[in-house]
């Protein structure tokens, strides 16, 4: 085997992919069918991103949170104005969390429906990276491996199996960049993309608009810069992003509550610019990929280098490379750096570490054949072993006691300290208002004003006897984490 830098080899593994069809079918005569590498990535996905996800895990901290914002959109029927524990949302769009609504409507509300909308555009997502190396880059080989590259990646299976965000949003940004390559021969992909561009940022953000600038770059490149800019498609595309998204924005900027100020000073603002939450350094990315990215990442670098050689013949490399620059760009240069934000590269690097397994088993099909057999291995391993840890932090089954206290026509608050936590209180509110039977209220303070006759105050421990006194109740039961205070007419639980 030839030193596998060298330019010509590179040369002739892109002629490969280009008129090595025969070969290819000849070499894996059953996993070459679309029939049968096309099932076989659908079972793997749903495997990966679904199999073994448990309905008794307990919900702490962002999982909680984006699980009782479609709670609280399933009890009160309000789609639009995002509320939990009483308390006005500004932080994230609304379409996970419909996504999310709609399944709490038609199955149990537990970890395992709250997590179903993830785990299923993760699927999507995979199937979706094997399609687009299909249409950009003609090899089948390619997106079977990219694809199986994703699936075995520890990030992506963390971020996917869970009641995450961030797989909805990938979806219609892979959705966007394939629009945007086809937009280069077919000028009507281009509002595809605007409709694409839009959902992914009801999804989550304005992420979902990279594969916008990535069309610019593509359209700069090819000569038709001005002709697609100020086409018809365009000023189409454009109606599109404001059709989807204006209506949302509009109700929630008139409603009252500073939702202007939350989602684009606090959130996207401070996203941008800072201050910053995390406070991560400059190289925070770099060490972040050195250290999780594994066992992909010296494949993935060495098929960074396949796609860069293989560029100027290859509109699907240029495709890949641009979309890779943009998003590496942006993230390197917003002021909020957290590991989260690196998901959407993480197809572009599958992609990457897909070109090295193709490369290394068109010498060597033993490579790819063993790939499948440990991918598989790994899926019924997941399957068997993968259930996360159903027991919860010590603090959050104590909020989990006072929740199964609750019925659902109680009329219950939490005290300031309860929802936003002092320095050293533990952060249970958000579990504590998905696990409840009813939906809870926010108080100002301890209560004073907003509890009347016939509620019930959860406080904490320390401020129990004063939230008591001035609500005119007595603590009904406590422990380390929290302490439930029934005023007059609430009966003993």
């Known amino acids: 085997m030839e030193w596998p830098v060298r330019k010509e080899a590179i040369d002739r593994f892109w002629k490969s992919l280009e008129a090595d069809a025969p070969a290819s079918a000849a070499a894996f005569p059953v996993l070459s069918q679309p029939a049968v590498h096309v099932t076989l990535l659908a079972v793997l996905a749903l495997a990966f991103c679904l199999g073994s996800l448990s309905p008794y895990k307990i919900l702490e901290g962002d999982e909680a949170l984006y699980a009782l914002v479609p709670k609280t959109i399933l009890l009160t029927g309000d789609w639009i104005h995002l509320t939990y524990n009483g308390e006005p949302y500004f932080f994230k769009p609304p379409l996970n969390f ?13 970890a395992f429906s709250a997590s179903l909308g993830s785990g299923l555009f993760g699927a999507l997502c995979a199937l979706m990276i094997y399609f687009l190396c299909r249409v950009m880059l003609g090899s089948w080989e390619w997106g079977f491996a990219a694809t199986l590259a994703y699936l075995t990646t520890h990030e992506v299976l963390h971020w996917t199996r869970g009641v995450h965000l961030e797989t909805v ?111 991560n350094g400059p190289f925070y990315y770099f060490t972040t990929l050195a250290a999780t990215y594994w066992p992909w990442l010296p494949a993935a670098v060495f098929g960074f280098f396949i796609l860069a050689r293989g560029r100027r013949r290859s509109l699907g490399a240029r495709t890949w490379l641009a979309f890779a620059a943009v998003a590496a760009v942006i993230l390197l240069a917003t002021a909020e750096k957290r590991a989260r934000y690196l998901f959407q590269l993480y197809p572009v690097f599958s992609v990457a570490a897909g070109a090295a397994i193709v490369f290394v088993s068109q010498r060597y ?36 006691l006072i929740a199964e206290r ?44 907003e509890a009347a006759a016939g509620s019930i105050v959860i406080a904490r421990p320390d401020e129990a006897e004063a939230v008591a006194k001035l609500v005119g109740g007595k603590i009904d039961y406590a422990n380390q984490t929290l302490a439930l205070v029934a005023t007059p007419g609430v009966a003993p639980r």
Request: charged share 15%; aromatic share 12%; proline share 6%.
């Open 98 to 110: 419909w996504i999310t609504a709609a399944f709490f409507k038609i199955l149990p509300l537990n």
């Open 365 to 400: 099909p033993r490579v790819l054949r063993g790939l499948v057999i440990l991918t598989v291995m790994a899926a019924v391993g997941l399957m068997i072993f993968g259930r996360k840890n159903t027991a919860g932090a010590p603090a959050t089954r104590d909020a989990l």
């Open 169 to 279: 949003l990938n979806f219609w940004t892979l959705t966007a960049l394939l629009c945007a390559y086809l937009s280069v021969k077919h000028p009507s992909a281009i509002l595809g993309m605007g409709a694409a561009a839009a959902l992914g940022w009801l999804a989550k953000g304005p992420q979902s608009l990279y594969p916008g600038v990535v069309a610019l770059i593509l359209w700069l490149s090819e000569g038709i810069f001005w002709r697609r800019l100020f086409s018809l498609w365009s000023v189409g595309a454009g109606i599109a992003l404001a059709a989807l998204l204006a209506p949302w924005f509009w109700v929630r900027l008139h409603e009252g509550t500073g939702f202007g100020h939350g989602y684009f000073v606090t959130e996207l603002g401070r996203t941008l610019f800072g201050p910053t939450q995390t406070r």
């Open 406 to 449: 609750l019925r659902p026509a109680d009329r219950v608050w939490l005290t300031r300290r309860v929802e936003n936590g002092g320095r050293s209180d533990p952060s249970v509110s958000k579990s504590l208002g998905f696990y409840a039977p009813p939906l809870l209220g926010s108080c100002a303070a301890q209560c004073e004003t």
